[in-house]
């Protein structure tokens, strides 16, 4: 099939790599995504939904190792890393582990925060400006706690995260319940996060894809790309099935799978896939009024009019892509702890997907120094769809040549040696 040449080719159709596509085509580019499976079917469609500039901290902290390491034979626990051999995944695990300090925390943060409140702000305009139906709301996030050690524990990072633009308010138990009547009796205070906000995964990307063909974006789906072919250093093109495609600049969007897209040009992407999981289920008559994160058990909760998910959990288990359903459970389990009505009157889907992990939380956004002609817009982790407007903005402008909004020196693919 002959098509005309695309100027930007991008592999993977999720959030990232659709933002992306819109952001070059309406600044005039031909562009062409190439998607192994249907647009907005990996970790895009089933995910929480929030967008949450109140997650600016790195994952990699103080203390985080020793957690994992108590949790590491609680098949249920929030985090679960199941022994491995595999050298790649090792590997990632010492590098977060290494990351694990409190100078990298203070590296970190500024750069989350900037893209996060960024995006944020994007976002809301994107959604208000294009009437964008994705149940988009904007009453922010509640942070509940049972016990008073894990409120305390959570109040001592807030200054941090005021510091860097990001709102939040510390609610006591009679307040928490006044405001959120879904809630069991007995907690022990809450964290409010008045900037958070929330869309519907799948129709947010479902209408990303629509704008992006209307833009003149051709997504082609079923379209897994295989392999690759140089011109002396120079990546010129991608195979996919039989057929082949030319562009002069090709932009790895490809999620959790990126690592394996690039494996045969000879790099080593720091991505390992963070399996989490989710249960949507039609709407509760007491669900809560704006989204939620049960804080021990690390339960997020989404309601919109159209339905109510229970998500979240971590798992360390390769390219694994079994249901695990010891993990489902433990998330109803959690829910159950807090809420008057933890699940719906029907359950609509279980749902797994995989978090692209980079070892410190940041994406990798620009070009690739050692590849020219390849472009990096992946790692997006635990946050893909809150920092996807402004991965893309920031993205689109260094391959159009423009100046950034952000300093893009935080998520240059050069602190990887890529
Ligand atoms: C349980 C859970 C809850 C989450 N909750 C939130 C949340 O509340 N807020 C938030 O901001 N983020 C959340 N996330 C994270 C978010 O879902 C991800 O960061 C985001 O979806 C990543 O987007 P992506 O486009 O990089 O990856 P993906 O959506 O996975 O897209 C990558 C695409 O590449 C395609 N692909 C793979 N290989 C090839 C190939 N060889 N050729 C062509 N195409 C290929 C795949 O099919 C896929 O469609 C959550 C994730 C999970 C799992």
């Known amino acids: 099939m002959s098509e005309p040449r695309p100027d930007v080719l991008v592999i993977g159709g999720g ?33 929480c939904g929030t967008i949450t500039p109140s997650h600016a901290l790195p994952l990699a902290q103080p203390g985080v190792v020793a957690q994992g390491l108590k949790w590491l034979l609680k098949p249920d626990a929030p985090l679960r890393i199941a022994p491995t051999l595999d050298p790649a995944r090792l590997a990632w695990l010492a590098r977060f582990a290494l990351n694990c300090t409190q100078a990298q925390v203070e590296r970190v943060a500024p750069a989350k925060a900037a893209l996060l409140n960024r995006s944020r702000d994007l976002l809301e305009r994107f959604v208000r400006e294009e009437g964008i139906d994705c149940e988009f709301g904007h009453e922010g996030e509640l942070q509940v706690f049972r016990t008073r050690r894990a409120l305390d524990a959570a109040c001592t990072e807030l200054e941090v995260l005021r510091a860097h633009g990001v709102p939040v308010e510390v609610w006591d138990a009679a307040r928490v319940e006044r405001e959120e009547p879904a809630l069991k009796p007995g907690v022990a205070g809450g964290l409010y996060w008045p900037s958070d906000a929330h869309i519907r995964p799948d129709r947010y990307v479902a209408a990303l894809a629509e704008r992006a063909r209307a833009a003149g974006v051709t997504i082609r ?22 057929e082949r495609l030319a562009a002069p600049q090709i932009l790895l969007a490809g999620g959790a799978w990126s690592p394996r897209i ?5 790099l080593r992407l720091p991505i390992q896939p963070g399996k989490g999981y989710s249960i949507t289920y039609t709407r509760p008559i007491r669900a809560p009024r704006r989204p939620l994160v049960l804080a021990e058990p690390r339960v997020c909760v989404t309601t919109w009019g159209s339905g109510f998910r229970l998500g979240s959990t971590m798992e360390f288990a390769g390219y694994d892509d079994t249901l695990n359903r010891v993990r489902l459970d433990a998330l109803v389990r959690g829910a159950s702890e807090f809420l008057h009505e933890p699940v719906g009157p029907e359950r609509v889907e279980d749902w797994w997907g995989w978090r692209p992990m980079t070892t410190d939380d940041l994406p990798i956004l620009g070009a690739c120094a050692r590849v020219p002609g390849l472009w990096f817009a992946t790692g997006h982790g635990m946050l893909g769809m809150s920092m996807s407007n402004a991965s893309a903005e920031l993205l689109a402008a260094q391959m159009l040549g423009q100046d950034t909004v952000l300093d893009p020196t935080p998520y240059s693919p050069a602190r990887f040696g890529l």
């Open 262 to 266: 690039v494996r045969d040009l000879d």
């Open 221 to 242: 789906e079923r379209s897994e790309v295989s392999a690759f072919e140089r011109d002396g250093a120079r990546l010129v093109a991608v195979r996919f099935g039989s």
């Open 15 to 47: 959030v990232i790599g659709l933002s992306c596509a819109l952001a070059l085509a309406r600044a005039g580019r031909a562009v062409t995504v190439l998607e192994r499976a249907v647009a907005g079917s990996g970790a895009s469609h089933g995910n």
